[in-house]
């Protein structure tokens, strides 16, 4: 029988950092890893900056109509900047959803020379709304800190030295603010989907819930909001560097019927340039310190992913092609040959 999970496991960041309780939440850590690829990390830190980040949300997002279109992602090759209402498509189905994408400030301007994924890195569009840039800029600084010292102690539980995953970093980390309107019973937030931009998401949930986890007998868990707490989950960026070993989780949105939700993901970002075939020497070292079981190792070929899939030159053009598809219009608008090819490939 497939090991599973019938809920997502509570690590404590603080006892992770304590030598005295450590080593008993790191294996706590490796269960989550292995098992689940979801698991809220609680005591964090970052509570109030987290807290007083919702406070903002409502009003952000009630700016007018045309403040919020000045900023539209459609203006951005990075894919940064306002999606509105209906833009956005997962699963092949439309989202319910509204939001903002930020990424690290300061990314260096990309030019002609440089290869076309790079594109993806580059400058926010920042909503007219006092504060809001300083606001931004300091969630992703801090959350980006501690996504390192995440990405450290990953390692440590899977008994691989601490620096195991530094080098494969990115430059930006993407950061969103997203609003659910409320909507019929069922209707998709975001539909399923495995994240993709980098290594881990840091995820802050408002109080409403709806958040939901697929297991490996396919049944859909929830995974209600505890406050203060990150929901960090695996993204493709991670499962391809170990080899599909620590398993990436397809996650949903149900939209609430009731109230507003609000949600805050932070997408830790890894290195676009990474080929294949480098992925492939330096995955090897690192899939074969993990201590798996045969079995678990298998896992690394069941999962379909643009990371590991041939039809992509590197992490940076899997990458592209997933926003392409997620944001068709941004994606026709900037990169037009490239969406005709990816939206025809079929990934096996
Ligand atoms: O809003 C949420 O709780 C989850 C959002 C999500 O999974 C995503 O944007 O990738
Ligand atoms: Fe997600």
């Not at 459609?74 to 930020?102: H, V």
């Not at 929830?222 to 560097?241: H, K, R, W, Y």
Request: aromatic share 10%.
């Amino acid at each position: 029988m497939t090991e599973t999970f019938s809920s997502v496991p509570i690590v404590d960041f603080a006892r992770l950092n304590d030598p005295v309780t450590k080593d008993e939440e790191l294996s706590n850590l490796r269960k989550a890893i292995f098992v689940v690829g979801f698991l809220y990390l609680t005591n964090t830190g970052l509570e109030n900056l987290i807290r007083h980040t919702h406070e903002k949300l409502p009003e952000l997002f009630a700016l007018s109509t045309e403040a919020k279109e000045k900023c539209n992602m459609i203006n951005s090759p990075s894919f940064l900047g306002y999606t509105r209402l209906g833009a956005e498509t997962t699963a092949a189905k439309t989202d319910l959803r509204e939001q903002f994408d930020f990424g690290t400030p300061g990314m260096k301007p990309w030019t002609e020379q440089d290869p076309f994924w790079q594109r993806l890195e580059g400058p926010n569009q920042y909503p007219d709304y006092p504060g809001a840039q300083d606001l931004v800029d300091e969630y992703i600084a801090k959350t980006d800190n501690l996504a390192q010292a995440f990405v450290r102690l990953v390692a440590e539980c899977l008994s691989l030295p601490r620096e195991t995953f530094d080098s494969f970093k990115g430059n930006m980390s993407r950061l969103k603010f997203v609003k659910y309107p409320s909507a019929a019973q069922n209707s998709q937030g975001v539909g399923p989907h495995k994240d993709s931009a980098g290594l881990f998401t840091f995820l802050s949930q408002d109080n409403t819930g709806g958040l939901q986890v697929l297991n490996k007998n396919g049944e859909w868990i929830d995974v209600p909001p505890i406050e203060g707490s990150l929901v960090v989950n695996i993204q493709q960026g991670f499962e391809a560097i170990t080899g599909g070993i620590c398993a990436a989780t397809t996650h949903r949105v149900i939209a609430p019927t009731s109230r507003t939700r609000y949600s805050i993901p932070f997408f830790q970002g890894v290195r676009l340039d990474l080929t294949l075939d480098q992925l492939k020497e330096s995955a090897a070292h690192i899939v074969e310190r993990i201590p798996a079981s045969d079995d678990k190792k298998k896992r690394a070929v069941d999962v379909p992913s643009e990371f590991l899939s041939p039809l992509y030159s590197c992490f940076g053009e899997a990458h592209l092609r997933n926003r392409i598809l997620s944001h068709p219009d941004v994606g026709q608008r900037w990169y037009s040959e490239l969406y005709t090819k990816y939206s025809q490939q079929v990934l096996k």
